[in-house]
């Protein structure tokens, strides 16, 4: 064998005990962060989103064609596969209104309860 197809060999094994070593960490990254939204807002939320803070845009709307109704609640994956814990909220109220919320650590809470502040 020649020392030239060792090093490349010994490279390869190297970048693939590496890459098996990052392959551990990948479920925190893709984690789910269910998050059950209580709607105490006395109107509709209409569309929700949940977004990493500091980006200004706000990703899809996490309801998708569902709504929740006033004293009503719904489970929402707010995961984007950041693997962050801080999260910005916006409800949509039927009123056309928008609730922002800022920095939300959802790895600390299951549950959030919107009110119309």
Request: with cysteine.
């Amino acid at each position: 064998m020649s020392t030239l197809f060792v090093k490349q060999a010994t490279g390869v094994f190297a970048l693939l005990a590496m890459m098996a070593g990052l392959a551990e960490f990948a479920p925190a990254r893709d984690q789910a962060r269910p998050v059950l939204i209580i709607n105490a807002t006395g109107q509709t939320i209409l569309r929700f989103y949940a977004s990493t803070p500091g980006f200004n845009v706000w990703e899809e709307d996490l309801l998708d064609r569902e709504v929740i109704e006033d004293g009503a609640s719904a489970r929402i994956d707010v995961a984007n596969g950041s693997g962050r814990c801080l999260y910005d909220f916006r409800a949509e109220l039927a009123d056309g209104s928008r609730l922002d919320r800022r920095q939300v650590n959802v790895c600390e809470i299951n549950e959030y309860r919107y009110t119309a502040d």
